[in-house]
């Protein structure tokens, strides 16, 4: 008997700590929700939200969506095709589906979309899942120092006191960033830390042209840009104006809580952050409203083009992405080898 319970302690922990790692994002949404809706009524808020406001804003949404997942497919096709030695090359158009199949994952926890991505670049260009994880690595370290990148300056230039200590940790964030380029990219003998280095993981990271790294980095900036001229357009969608400087740091510090994996699609976080980085702009009822329409309406188009991709996660879409492949290397060539 005592071995049995030995044998069940660690798989009953083992069990509980799925359910609170699963139930957690819920119950961190929950709170936030019920905390920011005792602070300001619902109804006020939903008052702003008139069917002219919606009708403004919905081509701003389906131009951001539209736009972004360009640049999405841009970097994903650029960065494979640089490294032939690693994977085949990536077909714009398979890259732009393959995006898209993650969209619905991605909602709701972006750790969750960013593993399906590797998984489908694994499987449409044959490269381990090492590699392929390096590759949507980069671009992720690319998001966030572009993201930091926005709060630095941004914050910077607007002075505000009481974030200077925020603004010095974000700064050295972006300097341990470049740092970290750096140690993966020095032309020296790291003796030891090479075998690190040499990780397939950061095979990307560590030999992808300067050039190339450049033009990845302008293409990350380009989405918070995208970031910035959607969430600039419902503020205008709204009748409400927003200084430039403003608009740049507060889509910055909201980016950064949408990047941690606290809430379920950024519900109940977002509502918070963006009534707190834009407070004073109008009053926190209609900031709220923007808030509201702002959530839902990057929930339901990346749900619904989503859904309408999930067959790139079964065999057919894998097939017809199969195919598609073979004709990228038919149809492209491939990047000389560095000597």
Do not use: W
């Not at 989405?223 to 740091?249: D, E, K, N, Q, Y």
């Not at 619904?304 to 097939?319: I, M, P, V």
């Amino acid at each position: 008997m005592p071995s049995a319970k030995r044998k069940s302690g660690p798989g009953t922990i083992g069990r509980a700590e799925r359910i609170v790692r699963n139930t957690l994002p819920f119950a961190v949404s929950a709170i936030l929700l019920v905390f920011i809706f005792d602070r300001i009524d619902l109804r006020l808020a939903l008052d702003h939200v008139t069917a002219e406001v919606v009708l403004r804003f919905v081509p701003v949404i389906a131009l951001f969506t539209a736009v972004t997942i360009a640049i999405d497919a841009q970097c994903l096709h650029r960065l494979v095709g640089a490294r032939p030695e690693d994977a085949a090359p990536l077909p714009r158009r398979v890259a732009a589906r393959i995006k898209i199949a993650c969209y619905l994952v991605g909602v709701l926890n972006h750790l969750l979309g960013a593993g399906g991505l590797a998984l489908l670049l694994r499987r449409r260009t044959g490269a381990s899942i090492a590699i392929a994880t390096g590759f949507v690595l980069l671009i992720a370290l690319l998001d966030v120092g572009s993201v930091l990148l926005a709060i630095s300056v941004g914050g910077s230039l607007l002075q505000i006191d009481d974030v200077g200590l925020q603004i010095g940790v974000v700064t050295t964030l972006v300097a341990a960033l470049v740092t970290g380029f750096l140690f993966l990219r020095a032309p020296v003998d790291l003796g030891d830390l090479e075998v690190v280095r040499a990780l397939p993981l950061f095979n990307a990271a560590r030999l992808v042209p300067l050039p190339l790294l450049a033009e990845l980095t302008l293409l990350r900036l380009g989405m918070v840009a995208c970031f910035a001229s959607l969430v600039g357009g419902l503020f205008l969608a709204f009748g409400v104006a927003i200084p430039l400087v403003r608009l740049v740091f507060g889509v910055g510090v909201m980016l950064a809580v949408a990047a941690l994996p606290f809430a379920v699609a950024g519900i109940g976080t977002g509502q918070v952050v963006f009534v707190a980085v834009f407070s004073g702009l109008a009053r926190d009822a209609e900031l709220l409203a923007m808030s509201i329409v702002l959530t839902t309406s990057i929930i339901v188009t990346r749900s619904g083009l989503g859904l309408l991709f999930t067959s790139e996660f079964g065999r057919g879409g894998a097939a017809a992405s199969g195919d598609e492949a073979v004709e990228g290397r038919r149809d492209e060539t491939r990047p000389v080898h560095p000597t």
